[in-house]
């Protein structure tokens, strides 16, 4: 395979600090030669995307963020959220696979059980899961959500957080002992550092949705894959700078 060029989109305006953190979940990958990850962050996002409110400002932030992907000489685009924020909008407008990483984790875990459960920081993300499990159709291998009750930084993916990670252990043994889960879910991203830790604990499958997202567009790529046109279709006209103009007027007034 020729050297494939991935996009990565992080729906909050963060500095390189944080991309670089971003960054260490495909440094835990072994993806071989031919493929180079590009993170991106959007320019404005909600604080949290964690309400409808929120929900149509980061899919704008991150349409406006890949809308040109294609153009730019990218392979794929990956969306760094669990939240799949403006994955059918990229879709739309783009023939080169999208892929996000709540729809990666919750397919991959009916490939290896029965039912699974997802393990969270807070309670304010279960909107976000509810909608994607609606979306797919899948409610009936949905096993439960439980959070620690943790206010999250989805900035910084649980830096310094370690004394988190026998919280999310008991999580995930209520939801497996009591919610009938054969496979957990972590909730976001940003608790990519959690994986190790909890992998270790449990003798069930541990989805990480970012670096699984990472595979999954590596496999679309080699098989030549992409999204159907007919379930994801285009606009009938395009207003691709009026949709910059926004996100521009948006971040040079933000507070």
Request: glycine share 8%.
């Given at each position: 395979?020729?050297?494939?060029?991935?996009?990565?989109?992080?729906?909050?305006?963060?500095?390189?600090?944080?991309?670089?953190?971003?960054?260490?979940?495909?440094?835990?990958?072994?993806?071989?030669?031919?493929?180079?990850?590009?993170?991106?962050?959007?320019?404005?996002?909600?604080?949290?995307?964690?309400?409808?409110?929120?929900?149509?400002?980061?899919?704008?932030?991150?349409l406006e963020t890949g809308i040109r992907a294609e153009e730019e000489g990218f392979d794929a685009v990956c969306v760094d959220t669990t939240g799949d924020t403006g994955i059918a909008a990229l879709r739309a407008v783009l023939d080169i696979p999208v892929v996000g990483a709540a729809r990666s984790a919750?397919?991959?875990?009916?490939?290896?059980?029965?039912?699974?459960?997802?393990?969270?920081?807070?309670?304010?993300?279960?909107?976000?899961?509810?909608?994607?499990?609606?979306e797919l159709g899948i409610a009936h291998k949905f096993a439960s959500v439980r959070d620690i009750g943790a206010t999250p930084d989805n900035r910084s993916l649980m830096s310094g957080k370690e004394e988190s990670f026998p919280l999310l252990e008991e999580a995930a043994r209520r939801c497996i002992e009591e919610d009938g889960a054969d496979v957990i879910c972590l909730g976001s991203t940003t608790m990519h550092r959690a994986h190790a830790y909890l992998s270790e604990r449990l003798n069930i499958p541990v989805i990480d949705p970012g670096p699984l997202s990472y595979k999954i567009i590596a496999a679309l790529l080699h098989l030549d894959l992409s999204h159907s046109r007919l379930a994801y279709k285009g606009p009938v006209s395009r207003v691709d700078d009026m949709i910059t103009t926004m996100i521009a007027s948006g971040h040079k007034n933000a507070p």
């Amino acid at each position: 395979m020729a050297d494939k060029n991935v996009l990565v989109i992080v729906p909050f305006p963060v500095g390189e600090e944080h991309l670089a953190l971003r960054r260490e979940q495909h440094a835990s990958l072994q993806l071989g030669p031919g493929i180079d990850f590009h993170y991106r962050a959007v320019k404005l996002s909600g604080r949290n995307l964690i309400s409808p409110y929120e929900w149509p400002i980061g899919e704008t932030a991150v349409l406006e963020t890949g809308i040109r992907a294609e153009e730019e000489g990218f392979d794929a685009v990956c969306v760094d959220t669990t939240g799949d924020t403006g994955i059918a909008a990229l879709r739309a407008v783009l023939d080169i696979p999208v892929v996000g990483a709540a729809r990666s984790a919750f397919l991959m875990a009916m490939l290896l059980g029965d039912r699974f459960s997802v393990i969270a920081l807070w309670d304010r993300w279960n909107a976000a899961y509810a909608r994607t499990i609606a979306e797919l159709g899948i409610a009936h291998k949905f096993a439960s959500v439980r959070d620690i009750g943790a206010t999250p930084d989805n900035r910084s993916l649980m830096s310094g957080k370690e004394e988190s990670f026998p919280l999310l252990e008991e999580a995930a043994r209520r939801c497996i002992e009591e919610d009938g889960a054969d496979v957990i879910c972590l909730g976001s991203t940003t608790m990519h550092r959690a994986h190790a830790y909890l992998s270790e604990r449990l003798n069930i499958p541990v989805i990480d949705p970012g670096p699984l997202s990472y595979k999954i567009i590596a496999a679309l790529l080699h098989l030549d894959l992409s999204h159907s046109r007919l379930a994801y279709k285009g606009p009938v006209s395009r207003v691709d700078d009026m949709i910059t103009t926004m996100i521009a007027s948006g971040h040079k007034n933000a507070p």
